[in-house]
T-cell receptor
Framework: EAQVTQNPRYLITVTGKKLTVTCSQNMNHEYMSWYRQDPGLGLRQIYYSMNVEVTDKGDVPEGYKVSRKEKRNFPLILESPSPNQTSLYFC??????????????FGPGTRLTVL | AQKITQTQPGMFVQEKEAVTLDCTYDTSDQSYGLFWYKQPSSGEMIFLIYQGSYDEQNATEGRYSLNFQKARKSANLVISASQLGDSAMYFCALSYGNNRLAFGKGNQVVVIP
C-alpha cells in the first residue's frame, strides 16, 4: 500500500530533551515536507526537501532540523524542544515532478507534547 | 506572500443537502494550484480535489466540485448530498513555486441526520 508513515504517533517529552520524529514514504517521491498544525492557524510548513541532500526552510523553521540522506526518509529533529513546539506534526510527500500541480500525500500525524 | 482565507464559522448542514465552503486566496504568481483537504476527527489529512490556475473547467471528483473564479481569486468547495461521514474540518491550500503549500485556517462542518 502506498503510504507515508510517521513514528511515533504520540510523544510526551520534557523541555530540552532531544527527539526525532521519523517519516518514511514508499512511493519513490522526490519531494517531502514537514508541517505543524496548531488550533486556529491551519498547517504551516517547517522544512521541505526537493531531493536527496537538498533541504530548504519553510515558514516556521526555528527550533527544527531535518536531513534527507535517503529518498524515502525525512526525519524531523528537535534538538532542544520547548513547550511552544507542542503541536500536531505532519509529514507529506509528492512526486516532485509537476511543481505546483503535484498532490501532496500526508502521513497520519504525530502529536507532540513538550512539558 | 501567499495568503489563503477561510472565514466561515462552524457550519451545520442537514444530511443529503449540499454545502459550499468558501476560500479566497491572494498570490502574485500566475501559475498555481488550489487544493482541498479533509481532516476528520481522527486527524489524518485526506486529499479531495485539485484545480490548476490554467484549468478552464471546474474540477469535480465524485460528490466534490470546486467552483473556481479566477478573477475573484475564489476557489469554493461544494459537497453535494452530504453524508454523516462528511463531518470534518476542511482546508483550502494554495500550491506555488516548487510544490510549496500555503493553507487556510479551515472550515468546520457538522452534518446533522
Amino acid at each position: 500500500e502506498a503510504q507515508v508513515t510517521q513514528n511515533p504517533r504520540y510523544l510526551i517529552t520534557v523541555t530540552g530533551k532531544k527527539l526525532t520524529v521519523t517519516c518514511s514514504q514508499n512511493m519513490n517521491h522526490e519531494y517531502m515536507s514537514w508541517y505543524r498544525q496548531d488550533p486556529g492557524l491551519g498547517l504551516r510548513q517547517i522544512y521541505y526537501s526537493m531531493n536527496v541532500e537538498v533541504t530548504d526552510k519553510g515558514d516556521v523553521p526555528e527550533g527544527y532540523k531535518v536531513s534527507r540522506k535517503e529518498k524515502r526518509n525525512f526525519p524531523l529533529i528537535l534538538e532542544s524542544p520547548s513547550p511552544n513546539q507542542t503541536s500536531l506534526y505532519f509529514c507529506a510527500s509528492s512526486p516532485g515532478t509537476g511543481g505546483y500541480t503535484d498532490t501532496q500525500y500526508f502521513g497520519p500525524g504525530t502529536r507532540l507534547t513538550v512539558l | 506572500a501567499q495568503k489563503i482565507t477561510q472565514t466561515q464559522p462552524g457550519m451545520f448542514v442537514q444530511e443529503k443537502e449540499a454545502v459550499t465552503l468558501d476560500c479566497t486566496y491572494d498570490t502574485s504568481d500566475q501559475s498555481y494550484g488550489l487544493f482541498w483537504y479533509k481532516q476528520p476527527s481522527s486527524g489524518e489529512m485526506i486529499f479531495l480535489i485539485y484545480q490548476g490556475s490554467y484549468d478552464e473547467q471546474n474540477a469535480t471528483e465524485g460528490r466534490y466540485s470546486l467552483n473556481f473564479q479566477k478573477a475573484r481569486k475564489s476557489a469554493n468547495l461544494v459537497i453535494s448530498a452530504s453524508q454523516l461521514g462528511d463531518s470534518a474540518m476542511y482546508f483550502c491550500a494554495l500550491s506555488y513555486g516548487n510544490n510549496r503549500l500555503a493553507f487556510g485556517k479551515g472550515n468546520q462542518v457538522v452534518v446533522i441526520p
